[in-house]
């Protein structure tokens, strides 16, 4: 949604159609977390403390994400060093 | 063997205990031998809106740790023949129920009646994971209104991954959206979310809808489930509900905003 969608939006008057969108996105992000296996916030804090040890870097700056891929699941990690 | 309902929403104060009322009032009114049991340790509240709050004598808590037979537990209800009530401990231990105590008291009531109502607490810990683990089949209160609908889709995901059903690879819990405090004018106005937009996002079967209603703050003054109120919407939604529920088609009513003709007004006449 853009800027304009949303004003638009807001033109009909209807604070109806906000919750709607808003929680439309919302469940959908949350379904999404509900697969997710239990371990993957551990994991992802695990990995933080390690990377600290060597470089300083934020908690957000290392993602984990587990795809599922067929008879295989990926477990991807994006970690982002500071500029240097 | 009978059929176990759970009466769920995360959300507090959504309209549980009075549905859990009024549907299991609506299933011994048309024949079914109910039992409506109270999962609120510590904030007992089922027998007030049944109306037999001083006639509880022995808990839930009681016949699981043997205190009582569950014969002795068991509230009947004055109105109608086949239905009881089992009432929740009052008790500020939160561990007074546990899975096994739960599940003996299940399988002894399966054994005795056609249905088993849970009335579950609000909230996502181990009063209602108990509530719902046991069921067959779930009715998830919602409240068109934002956080009762994210509420209700965790919910749907708990049901859905951490019941028995679940966890023994069984047949999933067949799941009932019934929408409450619904307010049609408000709906008009683009004021508050209609059915369409809770169903579109929950996707999950509709079995009612309540509207917001003075009846039932009547009937719980009285103790009388407001589905007895039979002149009432919010007692006749109810009574549609249940008759969706043992598998009746039936058109939904109180959807629309009421306009009360001229002569109707001049006289108060109800449509
Ligand atoms: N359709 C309705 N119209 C008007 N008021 C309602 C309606 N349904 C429920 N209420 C009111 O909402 C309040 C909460 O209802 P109820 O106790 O059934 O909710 P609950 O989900 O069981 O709450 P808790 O989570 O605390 O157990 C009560 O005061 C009740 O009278
Ligand atoms: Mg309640």
Redesign the pocket.
């Known amino acids: 949604m853009n800027i304009f969608d949303f004003f638009r939006e807001r033109k009909k008057g209807s604070t109806a159609s906000i919750a709607k969108e808003r929680l439309q996105i919302i469940v959908a992000h949350e379904r999404g977390q509900r697969s997710k296996p239990d371990y993957l916030p551990a994991l992802q804090q695990e990995l933080v403390d390690v990377i600290r040890k060597y470089v300083n870097i934020e908690s957000d700056q290392v993602q984990v994400a587990l795809e599922n891929q067929g008879s295989c699941s990926i477990l991807e990690l994006n970690i982002t060093l500071p500029d240097r | 063997m009978a059929k176990i309902l759970v009466v769920t929403s995360g959300k507090g104060g959504v309209g549980?205990?009075t549905t859990s009322a009024a549907i299991g009032t609506g299933l011994a009114l048309r024949g079914h031998k109910t039992v409506i049991v109270d999962f609120?340790v510590g904030?007992r509240?089922?027998d007030l809106i049944m109306g037999c709050e001083r006639r509880v004598v022995y808990d839930f808590v009681n016949v699981v740790n043997g205190e009582a037979t569950l014969t002795q537990a068991l509230i009947k209800d004055k109105r109608l023949e086949n239905l009881f009530v089992l009432a929740a401990s009052q008790t500020r231990d939160k561990d007074a129920l546990t899975v096994e105590g739960v599940e003996k008291v299940m399988k002894e009531l399966s054994e005795n009646f056609e249905y088993v109502v849970c009335?579950s607490?609000?909230g996502i810990e181990k009063g209602a994971h108990l509530a719902m683990y046991f069921a067959d089949e779930a009715i998830v209160v919602t409240n068109p209104e934002v956080s009762s609908v994210r509420d209700s889709d965790r919910m749907l995901g708990l049901l859905a991954s951490k019941s028995r059903r679940a966890e023994e690879g069984g047949d999933p819990i067949k799941e009932h959206l019934l929408l409450t405090r619904y307010n049609p004018e408000r709906v008009t106005k683009g004021e508050m979310l209609g059915v369409d937009d809770v169903e579109e996002i929950l996707a999950i079967r509709l079995i009612g809808v309540i509207p917001e209603s003075q009846a039932v703050l009547k009937a719980s003054n009285q103790g009388v489930p407001v589905i007895l109120d039979d002149q009432s919407d919010a007692g006749q939604a109810y009574s549609d509900a249940v008759d969706r529920l043992l598998g009746k088609e039936v058109a939904h009513r109180f959807l629309d905003v009421q306009k009360k003709g001229f002569l109707q007004r001049l006289f108060g006449g109800r449509e």
């Open positions: 549980k205990t609120d904030l509240n089922l009335d607490p609000a």
